[in-house]
């Protein structure tokens, strides 16, 4: 089974769970380095794009995808 855990990883290559309840188990694992810069424009972005998401109207157009509401 594949899992997703996110890391830091400091100067001298120690590996660190950011979440402080999760468990980096020992074995294989494949890294994908993302960049550093916090300007990331999907999170710029997020919170104006949170007043037209959490609209009632896009909740209506999409709770066909929700099932359990």
Not at 24 to 38: E, K, Q
Not at 51 to 63: F, G, I, K, N, S
Request: negative net charge.
């Amino acid at each position: 089974m594949l899992r997703a855990i996110q890391v830091q990883i400091d100067a001298n290559g120690q590996v660190r769970p950011i979440e402080p309840n999760e468990h980096v188990p020992a074995g294989r694992a494949l890294v994908v380095l993302l960049d550093s810069d916090t300007n990331e424009p999907a999170l710029l972005a997020e919170s104006s794009l949170a007043a037209d998401w959490l609209r009632p109207e896009e909740d209506e157009a999409w709770a066909h995808l929700q099932p359990d509401k």
